[in-house]
């Protein structure tokens, strides 16, 4: 489980009729991580994404499962999946796997219209409003916690600043250099 949590971090946030996701790695990841970024968030459409973090072997048996439940509803009903579906078939495959042999590494994150979706390494399904999952969650979570109460209704360019500052804010409060500025965060909006 510990695994999971290593390189990376995701944050989320559902405003008005978009979701927000946003990944970043920390200042202290390793330079060839740096140099040759990992894809960590797989578009599927205009609404819906699932990103991971964690063992990127492990992400990438997620994303191909992604993309095998994806092609299946598509042939069958000629449209995406619900990303609610499509999160109940991931954290099924991710229990099944637990259950097997060993839990896959990674924290699952489905987003889409209605909301993000999290599905930690055993396999257990949670919906939110917003989320940190990954390095430096905790502090993630906190100040995200903080900004969200301060910002009120969100529309899109709001959410995406206050991913922005959470992250800042977070990296500033850990054991990084202050003399460094704060590595980029990729954000993608559905």
Known sequence: MRAASLGGSILGVCAEDKVI?????????????????????????DDLSV?????????????DYAYDR?????????TSPPPRRLADAIADAMTAAAR????????VVVAGRGGLWHVDP??????????AV???????????????EAAGPLDEATAAALLRRAWRD?????????????????VTTL
Do not use: C
């Open 21 to 45: 996701i946003a990944t970043g790695h920390p200042a202290e990841s390793s330079p060839s991580l740096r140099a040759y970024p990992v894809e960590r968030t797989w578009r599927f459409d």
């Open 51 to 63: 990103s991971v973090v964690g063992l990127m072997a492990d992400a990438h048996i997620v994303a």
């Open 70 to 78: 994806l092609d299946d509803h598509r042939l069958a009903f000629g």
């Open 100 to 107: 097997q042999s060993r839990p896959l590494g990674v924290h």
């Open 122 to 131: 055993g396999g257990r399904l949670r919906q939110f409003q917003a989320l």
């Open 134 to 148: 990954g390095n430096q969650a905790d502090a993630l979570v906190r100040d995200l916690a903080k900004h969200l």
């Open 170 to 186: 977070a990296l500033v409060d850990s054991d990084a250099p202050s003399d460094t500025s704060p590595p980029p965060l990729d």
